[in-house]
Each structure stands twice: as C-alpha cells, then as structure tokens.
C-alpha cells in the first residue's frame, strides 16, 4: 500500500540476483522463458522470495522468475503505462486500494475461474473486496497491515489504567491518565482519517455508499455524526492539531519520543521507528499494544486494512506461467512461511496462514484485530477521493472546530460525490 506500512517488515533487499534497472523486457539468461514480477521495494523478505522462485522454477523447467524491485513514488503512472503495453511485467503487486482502478482499465487478467485454485474462501475477509470487481476476481491478496494502540507501559502502571476491551474503558482509563497529569492521555491529530473511518465501520456506516450505477459521500448521515462525535471525544484528551494528520509533525519520530505521550494508535512500522529514535536520544521505550477497542468486549473495533494484492497482467506473454507463480507465491504454505519470515510485522491472506506472534507485541494486537478489518470503497474512483485538498480530512476538522457534523458532511458529500465518480 505504501513504501511506510512496508518498513515493517525490516527487509531491505529482494532475492539475489534482483535487477532494479534495465529495460523490463530484458529475456534474462539461463532460461528458454524469463517471468517478470513487478514488486515494491521492501515487500518480499530475501529467504522467502529465493526459496519460492527456485521451487517454481524447479517445477517449471527452462523459466528464470525475476523480480523487479519497483518504488511507491510515481509507481501508479509506471503501472497505468506498463499494462497499456504488448509486453507487461507478467505479475504486478498492487495497493489494494488501487486495485479497482486498474482492473476497470481492462489491464488486469480475469482470474475468476482459478478462485477454488486460489483458496478465495480462506481468505481473510476485510482483504478479499479488494481483490474484485463488478463479481469478477483480478487479483489474490497478499499481505495488509493494521492499527492498534501503542501505549507508555510505565504511564498506564503509574495511573493505575489497564488494556481497555470496550470504548467505555477505553474513555474511562484516559480520565484517569488527565487526572494523573504527567502526560497527554492519548496523541491524536484531528486528521487521522483511517482511524476515524474504522469507527465509522463500527456504526454500520461508511464513507461512500452505491447509489445505483453511481456512488455518494455518506458523510451527512447518523452513523457518521456518531463516528465523529467519539473521535471528537478521543481527540480531547490530545493536545495534537486539529488541522493535521499522524504525518504533520510525524508522531512516531517528531511527536512520541519527547516523552509527554501515554498512548498513541499506529503502524508497526511506526512503532519501530519511535522505539528507534528513543533509544537514539538516550533513552529506554517500554511499550505495549492493544487493539483499539469495539463498542463491546466481544469484538475489536474496525481498523483499515493496508496492504497489497498480487495480479496478472491481461497482455502477459505468460499468461499461464503468471498464474501459476501467483498461485503458488499466496498458497497458504508460502503465505505462511512469509508471515514467518515478517516476523508477524505484516498480516498474510489468510487467517490459517498467521503465526502465533510474541506475547505482548505489536503483531499480537494487530492479529486480535485481523477480523475486523475493512477496506476503503470498492470503486476505481476512490483513490480521486484520497487526493489533497482530502474531503474526509477536511470534515474531520470542521467538526472540531465547532462545524456541525451534518452540515460538515454534506459539504464533505458533495466533493466525495463528484470525485468518486470521475473515471
């Protein structure tokens, strides 16, 4: 999904023997047939990628696999241009929230009739809408990450508050981090969109909803207001801007580790990263991890999935191979060994797939999480909605700058509207 949520995973190097420059037609050598695979940078662990491809190319005689270490900047337009092409990368790894917008193109390959092959039914639910469009399969998912809550081990200790269950003493544990005073109960910027969407999940609602052939912003309803009202009551324990997202200032880098923070939601990547820099400045974190709570202690509350999904090009001149790499590269057997090889920093397609990570760390949370994940609205026109100036970030700061939810929404709305029906 993005070059952040893939940091998680530590790796910094693909298989050996991976070009990252050249021309993408390049037919390789020692092989009568070369599969190209487009990945991101950081995606697929060494061990994991050169152990897949020499038993794929030990069952398929005379094909060389090469994987091409691709960069999330500019990467959409590289992709758009390659699948207009006679001779595409035979695999790409897409942003699942991208997906739709290339399978609309008709660039993708139609994979419906391989979905028993692919093991579509054990797929983890809030990744699979990702991967389909209009009933049609056009990718396989491949790994996603989430959000869950990082909090001060010693400041949570000290004000007597424990890993809250419920939204109820989630709230109540942060009154009691006020009234301790030592630091802000929670850090959280009035943008956080993914956040503020998963408690929108958790209301039955969503940003955007189908309107017949069309879609619309879904922002002016009740679900929504009551969404907003709790991250409006969450975000008064924050002395974070009302104006701004997790990334303005950084709070893993430039916000956490000044060490006025009990409690924070964020990636794992994010959490590595505050753990390094306070170590960096002489100092010791001590962090734990629960998953953000639901609105009752029997289910964890929603939480967006990021992540990547693995499709074939429609013009690959190996079609058949480019399946068969796909299928085999998101099986649960190496799914399961590239969730061992991430350490549980990143969730694999499937739920029978997932490690039993450490005790009390970050993958732990972010698994209990798992089967509330979701996903953004499936439709190509989405990623128009993300674009800067974002509607859904500028909603958020109205409602709590005193902006009224409703009438907040439906000027959020009618932006919402007008970009997610653009092709």
């Known amino acids: 999904m993005k070059r952040k949520l893939i940091a998680a995973v530590g790796a910094a190097a693909m298989v050996a023997g991976i070009t990252a420059c050249g021309s993408d037609s390049d037919s390789g050598d020692g092989g009568d047939k070369t599969l190209t695979i487009w990945a991101m940078d950081g995606s697929a662990p060494d061990a994991w990628a050169k152990e897949l491809n020499k038993e794929f190319e030990a069952k398929n005689k005379g094909v060389k696999v090469e994987i091409k270490v691709q960069q999330w900047n500019g990467i959409q337009e590289k992709i758009t241009t390659a699948l207009s092409e006679d001779s595409p990368p035979d695999v790409i790894e897409l942003g699942n929230t991208q997906t739709a917008g290339y399978a609309v193109t008709g660039g993708l390959a139609d994979l419906t009739d391989m979905k028993s092959e692919l093991g579509y039914d054990k797929w983890n639910k809030g990744m699979l809408p990702s991967t389909e469009l209009d009933e049609k399969l056009y990718s396989a998912p491949w790994y996603a990450a989430s959000r869950v809550v990082v909090y001060d081990k010693k400041a949570y200790a000290d004000a007597d508050v424990k890993p809250p269950t419920t939204r109820e003493e989630w709230i109540a544990g942060l009154e009691k981090l006020k009234k301790k005073g030592d630091k802000q109960p929670i850090y959280l910027p009035g943008q956080s969109w993914y956040v503020y969407a998963g408690l929108l999940w958790d209301e039955g609602g969503d940003l955007a909803v189908e309107d017949g052939d069309k879609w619309k912003g879904a922002l002016a309803s009740p679900e929504a207001e009551k969404a907003m009202n709790f991250y409006k009551e969450l975000q008064s324990f924050s002395t974070g801007p009302k104006d701004a997202d997790e990334a303005t200032p950084q709070q893993s880098t430039e916000v956490v580790p000044k060490g006025d923070v009990a409690s924070w939601i964020g990636l794992g990547w994010e959490a590595g990263g505050a753990i390094e820099a306070i170590e960096k ?50 099986s649960q057997k190496w799914m399961k060994k590239y969730a061992e090889a991430t350490e549980g920093a990143l969730l694999p397609n499937s739920p029978a797939a997932q490690v039993t990570p450490a005790k009390g760390s970050f993958a732990e949370a972010m698994v209990e999480s798992a089967e509330s994940g979701h996903i953004t609205p499936i439709t190509p026109g989405w990623a128009n909605v993300e674009a800067d100036p974002n509607p859904i970030k500028e909603y958020m700061t109205k409602v709590l700058k005193g902006t009224s939810p409703s009438d907040a929404g439906e000027d959020a709305d009618k932006v919402i509207t007008e970009r997610v029906n653009k092709s």
């Open 281 to 330: 400045a002489g100092d010791k974190a001590d962090f734990g991890y629960f998953p953000i709570p639901g609105k009752t202690a029997e289910k964890p509350g929603s939480v967006f999935l990021g992540g990547s999904n693995l499709a074939v090009s429609e013009r690959s001149q190996n079609k058949d191979l480019a399946k068969e790499w796909l299928k085999m590269a998101t």
